[in-house]
């Protein structure tokens, strides 16, 4: 992140305006919205401006701006001159002062940025791009308009009122967003939008009345193959109100930045003979967590009932009295498949399709080797790599045909996905040469012939 973004307080505080054309009056329209006391330096000004400053209680000195003019009594300054030299000059000064400054359209001249706004006052949206793209903000916000309903503006005012009332019934701060969260998603909402606010405070009152100290709940959550756009609705709004975020090694950085960002993540990453949290460690900590009354997220790569384990977790948790939901996740075989071109069915190549899980037991695959040796199948092999030249060589050892073609698919649907194709053959030989890193999966059948003519990803 390359700004932190902030909501400056400038009711009756004192702003000043370098410049006194048009861009000068559209950033003094945000800051007289905003209350503050605006006041503009400039040769010459545009009534319109000159009326905001006014209004504003603010002054108009109509000078240009000499580089020892005293800056120190301004909250921030903006320089919206034509003139690059003299909008440096304003940026020099600011930054002796160590005052807030912001030079119009040219960022490197600028502590703070004016973003793109949504104005549901007092709920304020803010859309930047550190100043490298004004009209992508903009396009930005345009969309956002259309999602956000006027009417937040009053629940906010409406939850303003009742702040104070909620954080004396519910002293838990955890326990208290979780009550208006809940009451976000009732009927209250929509009796503040159509301005029956006397219903709606009957609502909350009896909601506070009502309230109770929430149990503990686990969402098993499919995170998907590793593109965070492959998630479902219902993850990316569970993953948003876990108090908890219990994650393994194929949850992506991206994935994981659309969590609760104040949530309490734990990374419980296993790697093939380095498990950093042993299956039984994890299955305590979703039971522990959730007797403290939290939502906890178990967010695994893929899907979860796919060699996954989840349904060695939800054993744990009903043996234990948890509430668990389950969210299912496009699983890697699906997501990687269709990001490498492969289609795992085809009706001139293959009529059926099998999971397989490629882990070793005591150094050898095993695997019902008889029942995969079949021409119009394709086989999907998971956590596969390290035993694949051993699975190469049983599959052609009961019958399978060497030239068979085979697809590893490396970091599949991410933007560091691999794809090298091969056959029984020669396909474990290729791992060291194209440097095929895990997770990987293979995929073995004649569909992977197809990836030369339908491939549209790497």
């Keep these: 992140m390359d700004i932190f973004p902030i909501s400056l307080k400038l009711q009756q505080q004192p702003c000043l305006i370098v410049g006194g054309g048009h861009i000068a009056y559209r950033k003094a329209v945000l800051l007289a919205k905003a209350g503050a006391i605006i006041d503009v ?6 009534s319109a401006l000159l009326e905001i400053v006014q209004s504003s209680q603010g002054q108009y000195v109509q000078a240009t701006f000499s580089p020892d003019a005293s800056l120190r009594n301004y909250r921030l300054v903006i320089a919206a001159t034509n003139d690059k030299a003299t909008n440096v000059q304003v940026f020099d000064a600011c930054e002796a002062e160590k005052i807030l400054v912001n030079s119009v359209d040219d960022p490197p001249h600028c502590r703070f940025m004016v973003p793109a706004i949504i104005d549901r006052s007092p709920l304020v ?8 793209s004004p009209v992508l903000s903009r396009q930005i916000r345009t969309q956002l308009e259309a999602a956000i309903p006027h009417g937040m503006g009053k629940l906010a005012d409406f939850s303003g009122k009742w702040r104070a009332a909620v954080k004396a019934r519910i ?3 955890d326990q208290r967003r979780i009550f208006w969260e809940d ?5 209250l909402k929509e009796q503040v939008f159509n301005d029956n606010i006397a219903e709606a405070d009957r609502l909350i009152e009896q909601a506070l009345i009502e309230w109770k100290t929430p149990k503990g709940e686990v969402y098993l959550v499919g995170a998907g193959p590793g593109d965070p756009e492959l998630l479902t609705l219902k993850a990316l709004r569970l993953m948003q109100q876990a108090d908890v975020i219990i994650y393994d090694r194929l949850v992506s950085p991206a994935i994981m930045e659309l969590c609760r ?3 309490e993540k734990i990374y419980v990453g296993k790697a093939r003979s380095n498990h950093s949290v042993p299956q039984e460690g ?5 039971v522990e967590y959730a007797a403290q009354g939290k939502r ?3 967010l695994k790569g893929g899907d979860p009932f796919i060699f996954g384990r989840g349904g060695e977790e939800i054993q744990e948790l009903f043996a234990a009295g948890v509430a668990f939901q389950v969210v299912p996740g496009i699983t890697a075989a699906s997501g990687c498949s269709a990001y490498a071109g492969i289609p795992l069915t085809h009706r001139d190549y293959a009529q059926s399709v099998r999971f397989l899980t490629g882990h070793l037991k005591e150094g050898s695959p095993e695997l019902p080797w008889n029942e995969l040796v079949y021409e119009n199948q394709t086989l999907v092999l998971y956590m596969g790599l390290v035993g694949l030249e051993k699975i190469c060589a049983q599959l052609i050892a009961h019958g399978q045909r060497p030239d068979m073609p085979v697809a590893l698919i490396s970091k599949g649907t991410t933007p560091d996905q691999k794809v090298v194709v091969g056959t029984l053959a020669d396909i474990a030989s290729k791992v060291s040469e194209y440097q095929i890193q895990a997770p990987t999966l293979t995929i073995i059948g004649e569909v992977v012939k197809l990836r030369e003519q339908l491939q549209w990803q790497g």
């Design 41 to 46: 330096i400039a040769p010459e000004i545009e």
């Design 125 to 132: 949206v803010s859309i930047a791009t550190n100043g490298t």
């Design 171 to 173: 002293e838990n701060p």
């Design 183 to 187: 009451l976000y998603a009732s009927p």
């Design 261 to 263: 960002r104040d949530a």
């Design 282 to 286: 994890i299955n305590a900590l979703l």
């Design 296 to 298: 906890v997220c178990r």
